[in-house]
């Protein structure tokens, strides 16, 4: 069965930090890059970080040096540790496979809202 389901959204000052976790089926996870992504109202969805396989890691450049992805092989559960938080990260984040199409199926994603 394919199952993604990402948690650890909230709502949190600017400054802040949340932890995200996505628990992904096997036929997601196992031996694939995962990556993280998010869309913010009347915005495209897009990518924030991936990771690979073998924990090579790729962070858009917003993003680079306040979040970190990681992943844990045996749980099929990857990470996102995000700090100093700002507004402009308010957004619904999913995580997928990398690279994944809008076409792929998708989780509800977990909302971040950062208020200034």
């Known amino acids: 069965q394919v199952q993604l389901v990402e948690s650890g959204g909230g709502l949190v000052q600017a400054g802040g930090s949340l932890r995200l976790s996505c628990a992904a089926s096997?036929?997601?996870?196992?031996?694939?890059?995962m990556g993280w992504y998010r869309q913010a109202p009347g915005k495209q969805r897009e990518l924030v970080a991936y990771?690979?396989?073998?924990?090579?890691?790729y962070y858009a450049e917003s993003v680079k040096d306040r979040f970190t992805i990681s992943r844990d092989n045996a749980k099929n559960t990857v990470y996102l540790q995000m700090n100093s938080l700002k507004p402009e990260d308010t957004a619904v984040y999913y995580c997928?496979?990398?690279?994944?199409?809008?076409?792929?199926?998708w989780g509800q994603g977990t909302q971040v809202t950062v208020s200034s």
């Open positions: 096997r036929s997601i996870f196992s031996g694939n890059a």
């Open positions: 997928n496979w990398y690279p994944a199409l809008p076409r792929h199926y």
């Open positions: 990771i690979s396989n073998t924990g090579s890691t």
